[in-house]
């Protein structure tokens, strides 16, 4: 299904940002895995994090505790405790004491019973104590025990949930409850978050024992606190037992029940102290009460009030806009997770520090900053409006549009920029959402979360499933490599876990050339995938790796390399071929261009601004926009060469591509790919981009050269 904007615009298949960062940590409900996932970049950026085991051992105590409390208090007179020595270092010296009269009238304390019962004593009866402003507190054990211990859940729709209990103090208490699905008697909400790049823990303890959290997940707790009624909330790093695959598993099933019955998901985006979270959740409500976005202009119901109205964003050469983009730069629009978690809810609200704003609000923003802005999102850094786009536009709850339903496939392909800790959450992560071969509701899930499953095994069972299912070669061009080859797995199984560049057309379109839609292939045995296809040319010549972004367009060349492109330029329509193939077609948008006047006249202005030494080709072509084809050309070539082939075609291919290497054009593929023979097998190197090869225009071409289709076997 084609989704596009009341302006044409492709809303879903927008080029993957790049996003740069080391050293975070993302939250999901699975335990932490070492290895590397590698986000798209340029350079190429990686996300390798930890995530920790929240069972950690302690001291034992011999204590029964009625709460969790956070962190550690003296407790009540009134608490149950079993009396005990004081240790060594907290009785008082008496060589000290034997200088002169105590100063302190009351009897020194000789056991840890006694030393708690006058500290509770002097908060009681002292000045501002608590019998002189209300009543005494519950019983309660601030004493840590030995490790908590999970409890099987009892039911298939069982689910543990948290009891925040009210407060205004430091002291946090909480209490965990089983609650089952059915039972709609307990409303909950559902925390929606990441870890935080700080490794700090806060200990907690229950009646069973103690464990370690997150201090994010602590500071997210407090901020839901209410001062006067109880809360309960879901968060997943307390509610999951992190060391049972078995329920891991079987809890990442009911995610989508679990975020759907909640009655609000609470964002949490983590503490903020440069009071930037009023600035951009204004600015937030301005571009959209007075932006334009869809075809909207001014208010958009629901959501617009006069005081809103009267505030505009400011201009695009305001500092302000800073903090939008450090708004959308936050961690959790980078989290795999989170893109289920609101899109499955039926009313969000984000909390950032002390200030909050409806989740409509935020979604609605990115799609109209996304839309018109291009020029402003060149300039700060936001990536992360495409992710928060993105999420808006897959929402099912409170939102102005309905929400876009995608092939698994389609969805998993999208979803590779964001970020996961364990490499398999890849897929286990988007399994709550609908799709079109989908039906998480009734309990059809694309495929069964199993944590006791290797991740290459998980990926290569859900490529027997998507080549099932889908009936085309889709998957195929969700291949990656790196600079070369892996052999740890078949080379033509893509490796979710790694991203070096965006896909090379949009994946929603549907193959118009007769060969591409006539698919076929088969599956000879576990690791070999048999495809019909043409032979079509011989990669002749490699380019080097496109530079990052740096003020060239093109990389250095050698004298050689430079008479190829010149040669290219040279040729009848060239200029606009040259430009299509460095966008790969594509519009900044991400989808394909279909005005070619307009495309050639931006792409003439970049060349003269970038690369001078060919502006003589561009002659008589001017009025277009830089910006604009900039983004487009750096979303086609990051991770990707040019390369020429045998018939002198200047084409985009991937990074691993070699001279020698064999240009095919497959059954049920919309673009070529590279494969390198290797006696009777091929590895699959990945898509590449070659003008004569591009859907309806490959049948002229397969036709004219009579050609002959052979069986390609990818190993």
Not at 341 to 366: F, H, M, N, R
């Amino acid at each position: 299904m084609e989704a596009k904007d009341n302006d044409g615009t492709n809303l879903i298949n927008t080029p993957v940002p790049v996003f740069n960062f080391t050293g975070a940590t993302a939250a999901s409900p699975l335990q932490p895995s070492t290895g590397q996932n590698i986000f798209m970049g340029s350079p190429v950026a990686s996300y390798a994090s930890q995530r920790p085991a929240i069972n950690v051992p302690v001291p034992a105590h011999n204590i029964q505790t009625n709460f969790i409390t956070s962190p550690v208090q003296p407790m009540s007179s009134q608490s149950r405790v079993v009396t005990r020595p004081l240790p060594s270092y907290m009785v008082q010296n008496e060589s000290a004491s034997s200088s002169g009269p105590s100063q302190n009238p009351r009897k020194r304390a000789t056991s840890i019973q006694e030393l708690f019962a006058n500290a509770a004593k002097s908060r009681r009866t002292g000045p501002g104590g608590l019998n002189q402003t209300g009543p005494r507190p519950s019983p309660m054990m601030r004493i840590f025990s030995g490790p908590y211990v999970y409890s099987t859940l009892p039911h298939p729709d069982s689910l543990r949930i948290l009891r925040i209990e009210p407060g205004t103090t430091e002291k946090l208490m909480l209490r965990v409850e089983t609650i089952r699905l059915c039972d709609t008697s307990r409303p909950y909400d559902a925390l929606s978050y990441v870890w935080g790049r700080e490794p700090q823990y806060v200990q907690v303890s229950t009646p069973d024992g103690t464990l370690q959290v997150r201090k994010n997940l602590c500071d997210a707790l407090y901020c839901l606190r209410l001062a006067d009624k109880p809360r309960y909330v879901w968060a997943d790093a307390i509610c999951i037992n992190q060391e049972d695959t078995t329920e891991r598993g079987q809890q990442v099933g009911l995610m989508r029940k679990i975020y759907k019955r909640a009655a609000t998901v609470q964002i949490w985006l983590g503490k903020e102290d440069m009071d930037e979270a009023p600035i951009a959740f204004s600015i937030a409500r301005g571009v959209v009460c007075n932006g334009q976005c869809n075809g909207l202009h001014g208010p958009v119901e629901g959501v617009g009030t006069a005081s809103h109205q009267d505030c505009p964003p400011p201009p695009l050469d305001s500092p302000l806009w800073s903090t939008i983009g450090h708004l959308y730069s936050n961690l959790w629009f980078w989290r795999v997770w989170c893109i289920q978690e609101v899109a499955l809810a039926s009313s969000a609200v984000v909390l950032w520090g002390t200030s909050q704003i409806p989740w409509k609000w935020l979604g609605l923003a990115a799609a109209r900053i996304r839309i018109n802005n291009y020029a402003l999102m060149s300039r700060e850094d936001m990536k992360g409006v495409l992710n928060a786009y993105f999420m808006y536009r897959i929402s099912q709850g409170d939102v102005t549009v309905p929400p876009q339903k995608l092939s698994f496939l389609h969805l998993l392909a999208i979803t590779r920029q964001f970020g996961a800790t364990d490499p398999r959450d890849r897929i286990y992560g988007i399994l709550g959402l609908a799709t079109t071969d989908a039906d998480p509701d009734s309990g059809d899930l694309y495929i069964k979360p199993d944590y006791s499953i290797p991740t290459d095994e998980v990926y290569r069972q859900l490529a027997y499933k998507v080549l099932e299912t889908d009936k085309s070669l889709r998957l195929l061009s969700c291949v990656q490599h790196g600079p070369e080859i892996s052999e740890k797995w078949p080379s033509w199984i893509p490796q979710w876990g790694s991203i070096y560049n965006t896909a090379l057309g949009p994946f929603h379109r549907a193959a118009t050339s007769s060969t591409a839609t006539r698919t076929e292939f088969r599956l000879i045995s576990k690791n070999v995938l048999q495809v019909q296809g043409f032979h079509v040319s011989t990669v002749r010549e490699v380019l080097p790796p496109f530079p990052n972004p740096n003020g060239r367009l093109l990389p250095p060349l050698d004298m050689y390399q430079q008479r190829d492109v010149r040669k290219a330029l040279s040729k009848p329509r060239g200029p606009l071929r040259f430009s299509l193939t460095l966008t790969a077609e594509q519009s900044w948008h991400g989808d394909i261009i279909e005005d070619y006047t307009a495309h050639l006249n931006d792409f003439a202005e970049l060349v003269r601004k970038f690369e001078p030494s060919l502006a003589s080709y561009f002659e008589g072509i001017s009025g277009g926009n830089p910006e604009r084809i900039f983004k487009a050309t750096r979303s086609a070539c990051t991770g990707r060469r040019l390369f020429i082939d045998t018939d002198d075609q200047l084409g985009l291919a991937p990074l691993a591509t070699r001279r020698g290497d064999l240009v095919c054009f497959l059954s049920g593929g919309r673009l070529p790919f590279i494969v390198r023979q290797e006696g009777q097998f091929v590895l699959l190197i990945g898509e590449c981009y070659l003008y004569d090869y591009l859907e309806a225009r490959a049948d002229k071409i397969l036709i004219a050269k009579e050609l002959t289709s052979r069986w390609f076997k990818f190993c």
